[in-house]
Nanobody
Framework: QVQLVESGGGSVQAGGSLTLSCRAPGNIYRSHCMGWFRQTSGDKREEREAVATIYTDTGTTDYADFAKGSFTIFQHNSNNSVTLQMNSLKPEDTAKYYC???????????????????WGQGTQVTVSS
């Protein structure tokens, strides 16, 4: 089992920024697909939507349409982590955000939560109007 450690959630007013961080074990961090999903309501895993991914070998990224222009995913090889910088947050961005990891390259269907073998526990982001 791969343990992904998330941090950085919290509450912010609309228009504000937050940065989420996810740390993976050092022995598996490189050359794998990592990213973020979110769940805005409910507790069914199938309701989770992709936010962004990054392939930690090349830095290749993918973003959901809603994330383009305001969210940025980064990798930090020095501490085996990826971060999600979220700017211009809106109340509809309120969700529980989950870090994900899968072996090897990010798949063509990177938006499909079934593509990820490992999930973090999630961190709550609340954006107030």
């Amino acid at each position: 089992q791969v343990q992904l450690v998330e941090s950085g959630g919290g509450s912010v007013q609309a228009g504000g920024s937050l940065t989420l961080s996810c740390r993976a074990p050092g022995n598996i961090y490189r050359s794998h697909c990592m990213g973020w999903f979110r769940q805005t309501s409910g507790d069914k895993r199938e309701e989770r939507e992709a936010v962004a991914t990054i392939y930690t070998d090349t830095g290749t990224t993918d973003y959901a349409d809603f994330a383009k222009g305001s969210f940025t995913i980064f990798q930090h090889n020095s501490n085996n982590s990826v971060t999600l910088q979220m700017n211009s947050l809106k109340p509809e961005d309120t969700a529980k955000y989950y870090c994900v990891l899968d072996w090897g390259h990010c798949r063509a269907n990177w938006w499909d939560q079934g593509s990820y073998a490992f999930w973090g526990q999630g961190t709550q982001v609340t954006v107030s109007s």
